[in-house]
């Protein structure tokens, strides 16, 4: 009897499929992480061009250009990338849990690279105009972990701002 009633489990449990993803109402709950990834992405990249756009009118110092033009290629690229991102998105407006899961994961670390670009690009320019900085990222970089704020307002303290670069460039 027993040994019938685990067959009848296992064979009930093999063909109903183990599904550990996505449960009842999972799928439009990750759409509203989704479009709140895409908004994260484009905000970084809004905030870069404004960026870019401070860097530009910073002045014709050839150091300040030469960051103009990295930062530029920076943004450039990112435009491509979020082109891309919300197209995909529109394309997998329709997909199931998996396809959406990974548009969301690959829009959060599209966003963690670009963001580390845009703070290796400002750091390089901040070494390069002799400002001491630690090996910390800038102000502002959000992490893609759960840090406590102490320890993201430790790591950012002393990390120079964009008018400080610019203003030690300059010179």
Request: aromatic fraction near 4%; charged fraction near 20%; glycine fraction near 8%.
């Amino acid at each position: 009897m027993r040994t019938r009633l685990a067959a009848a489990l296992a064979i009930t449990v093999i063909l109903s499929g183990c599904r550990l993803y996505g449960g009842h109402g999972s799928t439009e709950t990750l759409r509203e992480d989704l479009s709140v990834a895409l908004q994260e992405f484009r905000t970084t990249y809004e905030h870069a061009s404004r960026d870019l756009s401070t860097i530009q009118s910073a002045g014709a110092n050839p150091r300040v250009q030469e960051l103009g033009e990295i930062f530029g290629a920076a943004v450039k690229e990112h435009a491509l990338m979020l082109q891309e991102a919300e197209h995909r998105v529109e394309e997998a407006s329709h997909g199931g849990y998996r396809t959406v899961s990974r548009l969301v994961g690959k829009l959060v670390a599209e966003r963690a690279k670009m963001q580390d670009r845009y703070s290796a690009i400002l750091l390089n320019a901040a070494k390069d105009a002799g400002i001491p900085v630690s090996n910390a990222s800038l102000a502002g970089h959000q992490p893609t972990q759960a840090v406590p704020e102490y320890y993201q307002r430790i790591a950012t303290e002393g990390a120079p701002s964009l008018n400080a670069i610019l203003g030690a460039l300059a010179q």
